[in-house]
């Protein structure tokens, strides 16, 4: 075992907020190893949130990717901020750096290349050299949590039943405690096949004419959220922020939710979760702590799980 007491750490999750909500139980679990270690984290704007007010870091390094900006002007800035980023993190002298991400990244190796540190852990680069002297092994049948923990063995850190970690705000969560024997359906998702249709919707509302149901949405999907609310019993209520949307699952007694950053904000805020799953490989990205309550079909494309079939998950819940 390598003892990293009285390092400078620093972690790097720059993609994702699912991903980075997957990586707060090995954070926990390594604050708990060393608790008087300086443990800090390279982040981006888009992922913030997931880490925002964590009591396991001491300093949140936060980037804009340049990617992520239209104007040239507004890439130029992102690029200067980033490398402020990076002179700040060597001027720091950190002893180890951890990537966590279970897929070889050039833009997230770079911070930790940027240090002198004696331990650099990550995954392999397989197309050519990488700067990793401790490499980390990734398999489909893991999931990322336990991936992010094993980025911590040689450093004696183990898994003590540490769960997924969401902060929210009191006053977002004091916003919705009307809500607290709702269930509340979260009908968005990004990719195709993780799409479920407002008719199967429908119907499992129709079927669940006993419960108190609320709906929330991303931006794309308001006009199908709308029409739920007008022709079931369900209500949509339209959050304004990811912090809002987390305020609102926390109150709810269940979150039934397609695949997305939702899927991993549920259990990460302590609220039961449902999912409804397209082609994500559930494996690795289950919501933590409720891998039985997946819900996929052979094809992995959402809109193709029966109705019934997932009315029985709910009275399984129920039960």
């Not at 926990?28 to 800090?40: F, G, S, T, V």
């Not at 540190?117 to 050519?128: C, E, F, R, W």
């Not at 979260?186 to 006993?210: A, G, P």
């Amino acid at each position: 075992m390598i003892d990293l007491n009285g390092k400078k750490i620093l972690l790097v999750r720059n993609d994702n907020v699912g991903d980075l909500i997957c990586t707060t139980p090995a954070i926990e679990a390594l604050r708990k190893k060393y608790p008087n270690n300086q443990i800090d984290i390279v982040v981006n704007s888009y992922n913030y949130e997931a880490i925002y007010n964590n009591p396991f870091i001491n300093k949140i390094y936060c980037y804009t990717k340049p990617k992520h900006k239209k104007s040239l002007l507004n890439k130029i800035s992102a690029g200067v901020g980033k490398l402020k980023i990076l002179l700040d993190i060597y001027r720091e002298n950190y002893d180890v750096v951890i990537v966590f991400r279970s897929g070889y990244s050039k833009s997230a190796e770079l911070f930790s290349k940027i240090t002198k540190a004696s331990y650099k852990v990550g995954v392999k680069n397989p197309k050519g050299k990488d700067d990793f002297n401790i490499y980390v092994s990734s398999n489909e049948l893991q999931h990322e949590v336990e991936f992010c923990l094993d980025c911590l063995k040689e450093f004696g850190v183990t898994y003590n039943n540490e769960k997924t970690l969401y902060f929210i705000e009191e006053e977002l969560f004091s916003k919705y405690t009307d809500f607290s024997d709702y269930i509340l359906f979260h009908i968005s998702s990004r990719i195709k096949e993780n799409k479920y249709s407002k008719e199967n919707f429908k119907k499992i509302f129709d079927l669940l004419k006993d419960e108190k149901i609320i709906i929330s949405a991303e931006p794309d999907d308001f006009e199908m959220a709308k029409w739920l609310d007008e022709n079931t019993n369900a209500t949509f209520i339209k959050t304004k922020s990811l912090q809002d949307l987390g305020g609102l699952i926390k109150n709810v007694k269940l979150l039934v939710t397609l695949d997305g950053g939702a899927m991993h904000l549920g259990p990460a805020v302590g609220t039961k979760t449902i999912s409804i799953s397209g082609k994500t490989n559930m494996n690795k990205w289950y919501p933590w702590g409720y891998k039985d309550f997946v819900i996929q079909s052979e094809n992995r494309i959402a809109e193709e799980i029966n109705v019934e079939c997932l009315f029985q998950k709910l009275k399984d819940y129920k039960n």
